[in-house]
């Protein structure tokens, strides 16, 4: 059980360049999220999924576009990047009922760094 | 308009001080859930504890404890006998009922531990 996993780690972009970043997550549950984290700022609600073929803006939705396919899978992209999207991604994802109900499992973190 | 504020940004003390790191939430809701969050030097965020708005109850877990209190819309958290491993930034987090449990994060307080 891997939990909640992001591809990749690391990225350095030149300005204007494309990228997709993954998240995959392995409990089966149904709402997953982007967050962006800042320095000073803490972390920052790009978009949201509540259900596969589903997604809404966050607070900060701006120059990102989302696509969750697969139940198991969260896709963001950045179709032309700008420095101001240097950050780090966090990728979560939570279930609506059970145990954990409610509580977001994070996935490791991808540092972006737009040149 | 949800809110967190966590209005101490850094905070040193010396090993097996007691500590309390402030939080303030702001939220229309009467159903609602608090959180805290480590994020230690690594950069992974590590679930502490979830707090629904009807249970007032303070909770205490080894080292770590938590008040709760409607009357001031504060939910602190406490380290007792601090340890250099208590390092690391805390994060705050409200969640709203019936709102895909999307978090809403304070900007943190980093926690420095000297030995």
């Known amino acids: 059980n891997a939990g909640v996993t992001q591809t990749p780690k690391f990225r350095v972009l030149k300005t204007g360049q494309s990228m997709t970043l993954l998240c995959a997550q392995d409990m089966n549950h149904e709402y997953m999220y982007w967050y962006r984290q800042d320095p000073g700022m803490g972390l920052r609600l790009i978009h949201y999924?509540?259900?596969?073929?589903?997604?809404a803006k966050g607070e900060v939705p701006d120059g990102y576009n989302v696509s969750r396919l697969k139940k198991q899978n969260f896709l963001l992209g950045l179709e032309s990047a700008a420095p101001s999207q240097t950050s780090v991604y966090f990728c979560?994802?939570?279930?609506?009922?059970?145990?954990?109900?409610?509580?977001?499992?994070f996935g490791p973190g991808t540092r972006l760094t737009v040149l | 308009a949800q809110k967190v504020t966590q209005a101490q940004t850094e905070i040193s003390v010396v090993e097996k001080e007691d500590v309390t790191l402030d939080c303030v939430y702001e939220?229309?809701?009467?159903?609602?859930?608090l959180f805290w969050y480590k994020q230690p030097p690594s950069g992974e965020l590590v679930f502490l504890i979830r707090r629904n708005s009807f249970d007032e109850q303070n909770e205490i877990s080894g080292r770590y404890s938590w008040n709760f209190q409607k009357s001031t819309s504060s939910f602190n958290f406490t380290i007792t006998a601090s340890q250099v491993v208590d390092s690391a930034v805390y994060f705050c987090a409200l969640s709203e009922a019936g709102d895909t449990d999307k978090l809403i994060f304070g900007t943190g307080t980093r926690l420095q531990v000297f030995p």
């Open positions: 999924s509540v259900g596969e073929g589903t997604t």
């Open positions: 939220t229309r809701d009467t159903t609602y859930y």
């Open positions: 979560a994802s939570s279930s609506i009922g059970g145990l954990s109900y409610n509580e977001q499992f």
